[in-house]
C-alpha cells in the first residue's frame, strides 16, 4: 500500500460561496474535481501532521464516494485520526459538536444544505475550523487561489475502510473512526436544555410534528424526540436520510415543507410543526395555522432564553445577519445587551461567539443557533422552543403575539427570483450601486429614504473586513428594503429582496404580510427595474 502522486489539472470556479463549494452532482463527478479542491484545501491547513479530523456529510447522492476519497487523501496528508460518521452521515451542527468535543484540527462537512440533492441535484464541501464553526473567508479565498494553480494530489491507492459499521480501521498510518453520528450530539443537547420539562409536556399530550425532509436530521430528532423525551412514535416524519431526498426539496419554508404546512392548517392540527433541512442546521417553527417567521423566532427566543438552563444567567448579545429583521435588536435593547449585524452567512458569528460578545445568533433564512456550536442549529431551536413552551405555557401563536404585543410586530418577507440570467442580475445590481449616492432624502413611493448604502462589516474582534454584502435602502419610518445576490445557488443567479417594515399599534399587527409591505415591495421592483433586468414580473418564491 502507498500513497501516490497523481497530476492534475485546475478547474475553473471552484470559488467557496456563503456556505461552502456547491455546484450540480455531475460538476463533482468530473475526474478529480473534488481531489482538486481537497488537495488545495489541505495545502492551506498548516500543521496538520498527527491531527484530528472530523468528516461525514448529509447523506446525499455522491456522499460516500466522498467520503471514500477524502478518507484516502487525509491518509496520504499525514493526519493522525479521522472520525467519520457511521455511514458517512453528520448533520453540519453534528460535525460542529464533535470538532470542539474532541478538540479537533477540523472537520469537513459534505452537503449542499437546503439544495435539491440526487444525480441531477446539488454537492457540496465545506471546510469547519478548530472552533467548529465555518472556514473564515481569509481561508476560503486561499484555498480558491490554490485550486487555480494545482498540479497534483496525494492519494492512498489503499481502499478506504468501511464506514457503515462502528469500530476503528487502519489505512497507511492514518487511524479512522468510526463514531454514532448521534451520540455527542444528544448529549450537548441534555446538557443545554430541560429534558425534564420538555417530556412532562410530551406526558401531558402536546403533540408534535417534526419533518426532517427526508434529509439529515431524522436520526438526531427521533433518538432525541421520541428515544430521550418520549414523544410518540411517528412524531419525526420523513425520518430516513435518503440519497434523493425523495425528490423533497429540503429547504424547510412554507413553500417547500407545504406537507407540514397543510398539517398543521388542519382541524386536528398538532400543538407544534417543525422542520429540518438538508443538512438539518436550519429550522422552521409552525404553530397551528401559524408559520413563525425566523427573525421573530430569534427575537422571540431571545426574549425568553433564561427559561432554558444553559441560558439561565443571561445573553452576553444577540448577533443577526443585515437582511434579518431588526426585532431582536428591540429584545436587546430591553434586555441592555449588544445587537451585532453582520453579513449574510455563519461564519461571520464565529468571532463573536469565541470572543463571548454574542450568545444567540440568527438569520432570516430559517438559521437560529447560539454558542453551544458555531454552526446554526435546526434540532436545538426546536427544543429551545419545546422548552419555551414546556416553562411559560400556551401556543405557539399565543407566545408570538404576546412578543409582538411588547415590542411591536416587524413585518418581513423576503422575495426570490431564482435562476435569472446572471448578467441581468449583475447589472441590476451595479445600476443599484450606482443610485446610492443620491437615494438618501429622495422618495420612494411617497416614503422617505434615510440612508442608503452597500453593507460592509468591519469584524470587531479581528478587524477583518467584508464590502459589498447587499444594498441596503432605510426608510424614514425604520422600514428597509435589502437586496444581494444568493451566493449557494448552482444555477444563473438568485436576486434576494428582503422586506420589512416595523408596526408597534397592536391593532394594526394582524394584516397579511404581503398586504402590509406592499408599498415596499412596490418601491423594491420599481427602484431595482427587477422585471427590465431578470424578465420575471413576480418573484419565484416568497417566504
Ligand atoms: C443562504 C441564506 C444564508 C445562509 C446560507 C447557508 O445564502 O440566505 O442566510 O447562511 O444560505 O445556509 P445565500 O447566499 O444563498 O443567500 V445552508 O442551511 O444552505 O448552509
Ligand atoms: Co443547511
Known amino acids: ?127 469547519n475550523v478548530g472552533n467548529g464553526g465555518p472556514a473564515p473567508e481569509k481561508l476560503t479565498e486561499a484555498v480558491f487561489a490554490r485550486t487555480k494553480e494545482i498540479k497534483s494530489y496525494r492519494i492512498s491507492d489503499q481502499g478506504a475502510p468501511d464506514f457503515d459499521r462502528p469500530g476503528t480501521h487502519h489505512l497507511e498510518a492514518l487511524l479512522v473512526e468510526v463514531i454514532d453520528p448521534v451520540a455527542d450530539y444528544a448529549a450537548l443537547m441534555r446538557e443545554t436544555f430541560d429534558f425534564d420539562a420538555i417530556a412532562r409536556l410530551f406526558r401531558s399530550g402536546f403533540r408534535v410534528r417534526c419533518d426532517a425532509m427526508n434529509a439529515v436530521g431524522g436520526p438526531y430528532a427521533k433518538a432525541i424526540l421520541e428515544g430521550e423525551l418520549g414523544a410518540p412514535a411517528g412524531t419525526v416524519v420523513n425520518a430516513e436520510p435518503l440519497e434523493d431526498f425523495g425528490h423533497l426539496h429540503p429547504d424547510p419554508n412554507p413553500v417547500n415543507a407545504e406537507d407540514l404546512i397543510a398539517h398543521m392548517a388542519g382541524a386536528d392540527a398538532p400543538d407544534f410543526g417543525c422542520a429540518t433541512d438538508g443538512d438539518a442546521d436550519r429550522n422552521m417553527i409552525v404553530g397551528r395555522n401559524f408559520p413563525v417567521a425566523p427573525s421573530d423566532s430569534l427575537a422571540l427566543l431571545a426574549a425568553h432564553a433564561t427559561v432554558v438552563p444553559r441560558y439561565a444567567r443571561g445573553l452576553a448579545g444577540i448577533a443577526r445577519s443585515m437582511p434579518t429583521s431588526t426585532a431582536a435588536d428591540r429584545v436587546a435593547k430591553a434586555l441592555g445587551i449588544a445587537c451585532y449585524e453582520t453579513p449574510t452567512g455563519w461564519k461571520f458569528f464565529g468571532n463573536l461567539l469565541d470572543a463571548g460578545r454574542a450568545t444567540l445568533c440568527g438569520e432570516e433564512s430559517y438559521g437560529t443557533g447560539s454558542d453551544h456550536v458555531r454552526e446554526k442549529d435546526g434540532l436545538w431551536a426546536i427544543l429551545f422552543w419545546l422548552n419555551v413552551l414546556a416553562v411559560r405555557g400556551g401556543s405557539v401563536e399565543s407566545l408570538v403575539r404576546a412578543h409582538w404585543a411588547s415590542y411591536g410586530r416587524n413585518y418581513y418577507s423576503r422575495h426570490d427570483y431564482e435562476a435569472v440570467d446572471s448578467a441581468g442580475a449583475g447589472t441590476l445590481m451595479a445600476e443599484l450601486r450606482a443610485q446610492l449616492p443620491r437615494l438618501a432624502g429622495q422618495s420612494l413611493n411617497g416614503m422617505p429614504v434615510a440612508q442608503a448604502d452597500d453593507f460592509a462589516y468591519t469584524d470587531p474582534v479581528d478587524g477583518s473586513t467584508s464590502s459589498k454584502q447587499g444594498v441596503r435602502v432605510i426608510f424614514a419610518d425604520g422600514s428597509r428594503i435589502v437586496f444581494r ?59
Open 1 to 127: 500500500m502507498a500513497i501516490v502522486s497523481i497530476p492534475t489539472q485546475p478547474y475553473a470556479g471552484q470559488q467557496p460561496g456563503t456556505s461552502g463549494l456547491r455546484k450540480k452532482v455531475t460538476v463533482f463527478q468530473q475526474p478529480d474535481y473534488l481531489e482538486n479542491f481537497v488537495q488545495s484545501l489541505f495545502d492551506c491547513l498548516p500543521n496538520t501532521a498527527g491531527q484530528t479530523l472530523v468528516l461525514g456529510g448529509d447523506g446525499r447522492f455522491h456522499n460516500r464516494v466522498a467520503v471514500q476519497t477524502i478518507l484516502r487523501m487525509a491518509a496520504a496528508h499525514g493526519f493522525g485520526r479521522v472520525l467519520v460518521g457511521q455511514r458517512g452521515i453528520l448533520s453540519t451542527p453534528a460535525v460542529s459538536c464533535v470538532i470542539r468535543k474532541h478538540h479537533a484540527y477540523g472537520g469537513i462537512v459534505l452537503s449542499a444544505s437546503h439544495n435539491p440533492g440526487g444525480p441531477d441535484g446539488d454537492f457540496g464541501i465545506k471546510y
Open 485 to 543: 445576490l444568493s451566493g449557494t445557488g448552482t444555477e444563473g443567479a438568485t436576486l434576494r429582496v428582503y422586506l420589512e417594515k416595523y408596526e408597534a399599534d397592536p391593532a394594526r399587527q394582524d394584516v397579511p404580510t404581503q398586504a402590509a409591505l406592499a408599498p415596499l415591495i412596490a418601491a423594491a421592483r420599481a427602484l431595482a427595474r427587477i422585471e427590465q433586468h431578470t424578465g420575471r414580473t413576480e418573484p419565484s418564491v416568497v417566504t
